[in-house]
Antibody
Framework: EVQLLESGGGLVQPGGSLRLSCVAS????????MGWVRQAPGKGLEWLSAISGDAADTYYADSVEGRFTISRDNSKSTLYLQMNSLRADDTAVYYC????????WGQGALVTVSS | EIVMTQTPLFSPVTLGQPASISCRSSQSLVHSDGNTYLNWLQQRPGQPPRLLIYEISKRFSGVPDRFSGSGAGTDFTLKISRVEAEDVGVYYCMQPTQFPFTFGQGTKLEIK
């Protein structure tokens, strides 16, 4: 059974940083493209970033390019999202996803950016 | 960026009756590999999204056969043959054809 468990969410001040983690199990992690999607309170889904199985290719939405960095550690079956220069409008639930074309989703981690 | 437009945004449906949601993309979703990547996801209240349909019409594992997808090119449809109470939630189309991947605005389905 595919399982994705996000962690690292919390309250951070504007301008601060946070790193989300997503531990995966139930599939061959190194062979799977992975990514992040977020959902602001009461809003729809916003695709953020994706990374290939070997980490050679990364992709970002314009809204986070230059501020967020996606990475992975295949030895730990873990996906990361480093978030810098956080703003109030980054407040959202952040979901980890496996393979957007036939996707599995984690339960999400809440990130609140507020002073 | 490919823009995904869903209609309607709100769908009140009677239990046991059909429901239909449309999704239009601003560009063709036919990938260079020949496949068309168009997904439908369901998000029940308080839950993460869940894949229902991928590649226009393929039902994901465990999805009831009352859900079906159709379409081609830039116009796609999700149909529920007979709505059940557990179908309440928000439905999103999504294109994982071209980066940046994009979602429709979501269609809220509720029971009348």
């Amino acid at each position: 059974e595919v399982q994705l468990l996000e962690s690292g969410g919390g309250l951070v001040q504007p301008g601060g940083s946070l790193r989300l983690s997503c531990v995966a199990s139930g599939f061959t992690f190194s062979g799977s493209n992975m990514g992040w999607v977020r959902q602001a309170p009461g809003k729809g889904l916003e695709w953020l970033s994706a990374i290939s199985g070997d980490a050679a290719d990364t992709y970002y939405a314009d809204s986070v390019e230059g501020r967020f960095t996606i990475s992975r550690d295949n030895s730990k079956s873990t996906l990361y999202l480093q978030m810098n220069s956080l703003r109030a409008d980054d407040t959202a639930v952040y979901y980890c996803a496996k393979d957007f074309r036939v996707s599995y989703w984690g339960q999400g981690a809440l990130v609140t950016v507020s002073s | 960026e490919i823009v995904m437009t869903q209609t309607p945004l709100f769908s009140p449906v009677t239990l046991g009756q059909p429901a239909s949601i449309s999704c239009r993309s601003s560009q063709s979703l036919v990938h260079s590999d020949g496949n068309t990547y168009l997904n439908w996801l369901q998000q029940r209240p308080g839950q993460p999204p869940r894949l229902l349909i991928y590649e226009i019409s393929k039902r994901f594992s465990g999805v009831p056969d009352r859900f079906s997808g159709s379409g081609a090119g830039t116009d796609f449809t999700l149909k529920i043959s007979r709505v059940e109470a557990e179908d309440v939630g928000v439905y999103y189309c999504m294109q994982p054809t071209q980066f940046p991947f994009t979602f429709g605005q979501g269609t809220k389905l509720e029971i009348k």
